[in-house]
T-cell receptor
Framework: GENVEQHPSTLSVQEGDSAVIKCTYS??????FPWYKQELGKRPQLIIDIRSNVGEKKDQRIAVTLNKTAKHFSLHITETQPEDSAVYFCAASIGGNFNKFYFGSGTKLNVKP | KAGVTQTPRYLIKTRGQQVTLSCSPI?????VSWYQQTPGQGLQFLFEYFSETQRNKGNFPGRFSGRQFSNSRSEMNVSTLELGDSALYLC??????????FGPGTRLTVL
């Protein structure tokens, strides 16, 4: 089955800096890649997603890039703010079987004011 | 629309007991997925139901089972509880076959 690896496991940045989280996947049939943000004690919330027919997608300070050849995708957060502090999860789903998701192990982002 | 709801929010059981968790999806969503979240293993996919049928299944033992009702509400059951079953159990619903919306989770503690 699919295997999603996520790095780093923890990331500490200064407010205003950029943060980058990287994920790799193993199954070339994966074609939908969402990113979730989970604040302490709260549910995961979708923040951005990308499909395999797109190389990059942006939403204000957040962007996701996808390299299908290398089978990796990344989350980029610019101008980080303390409220960006949370655990971020990447995920991949395979082919026509969208609703079976494989999640990365999570990255704990700490934005220092 | 109301979000995904889960009951109960917290549960304490002892080894060998069984437990049933409930998930009510967003109105109109027909797909419900269940995940187990633990600090060491992240989010692990348990199973997915669509229109009362289990459509996908993860790599969990048969002690973990589920079902979905005609109103799309779903239940998850764990029999013969083990200490290692202590976790946050999340359900997620979706309308189309992509974006999933998570519930707040049920925190299960097995003593």
């Amino acid at each position: 089955g699919e295997n999603v690896e996520q790095h780093p496991s923890t990331l500490s940045v200064q407010e205003g800096d950029s943060a980058v989280i990287k994920c790799t996947y193993s199954d070339s049939a994966s074609n939908y890649f969402p990113w979730y943000k989970q604040e302490l004690g709260k549910r995961p919330q979708l923040i951005i997603d990308i499909r395999s027919n797109v190389g990059e997608k942006k939403d204000q300070r957040i962007a996701v890039t996808l390299n299908k050849t290398a089978k990796h995708f990344s989350l980029h957060i610019t101008e980080t703010q303390p409220e960006d502090s949370a655990v971020y999860f990447c995920a991949a789903s395979i082919g026509g079987n969208f609703n079976k998701f494989y999640f990365g192990s999570g990255t704990k982002l700490n934005v220092k004011p | 629309k109301a979000g995904v709801t889960q009951t109960p929010r917290y549960l304490i059981k002892t080894r060998g007991q069984q437990v049933t968790l409930s998930c009510s999806p967003i109105s109109g969503h027909r797909s419900v997925s269940w995940y187990q979240q633990t600090p060491g293993q992240g989010l692990q996919f348990l199973f997915e139901y669509f229109s009362e049928t289990q459509r996908n299944k993860g790599n969990f033992p048969g002690r973990f089972s589920g079902r979905q009702f005609s109103n799309s509400r779903s239940e998850m059951n764990v029999s013969t509880l083990e200490l290692g079953d202590s976790a946050l159990y999340l359900c997620a619903s979706s309308w189309r076959q992509d974006t999933q919306y998570f519930g707040p989770g049920t925190r299960l503690t097995v003593l």
